[in-house]
C-alpha cells in the first residue's frame, strides 16, 4: 500500500523558516522524481517545487525561488522542502506528490503571522 505522509508544518512568524518532510512507502521511492505543491484557502492548488529520482534537477516556482529547496534522502524514503524567508502568501496546506503514478498525501498546514 502506497503512502506519503508529511510532516512538519505549523505556524511561523513572516522572515522565518520550516522544513517539510515526506516519507514514502510502498514503491520505490529512489525510481521516480517528486513533487511538492501547496494549495492556499480558497485558491487551487499549485505546483511549488519538482525533483528528479536522483535528486539531479529541481526546479521551482518563480514565487518561492531563492528561498525554498527541495531535497531528497533515497536511503530515508523521505522527501524535503526547506522554506526560508517566508510570507504570508506562503500559508498554505502542502502536499508532496509523486506525478509518474499520481500520488497524494494529505498534506501539512503552514501558516505564515505575527
Known amino acids: 500500500q502506497v503512502q506519503l505522509v508529511e510532516s512538519g508544518g505549523g505556524l511561523v512568524q513572516p522572515g522565518g523558516s520550516l522544513r517539510l518532510s515526506c516519507i514514502a512507502s510502498g514503491y520505490i521511492f529512489s525510481h521516480y522524481p517528486m513533487r511538492w505543491y501547496r494549495q492556499p484557502p480558497g485558491k487551487e492548488r499549485e505546483l511549488v517545487a519538482t525533483i528528479s529520482a536522483t535528486g539531479g534537477t529541481t526546479d521551482y516556482a518563480d514565487s518561492v525561488k531563492g528561498r525554498f529547496t527541495i531535497s531528497r534522502d533515497n536511503g530515508k524514503n523521505t522527501l524535503y522542502l526547506q522554506m526560508n524567508s517566508l510570507k504570508p502568501e506562503d500559508a498554505a496546506v502542502y502536499y508532496c506528490?509523486?506525478?509518474?503514478?499520481?500520488?497524494w498525501g494529505l498534506g501539512t498546514q503552514v501558516t505564515v503571522s505575527s
Open positions: 506528490n509523486q506525478p509518474r503514478q499520481n500520488f
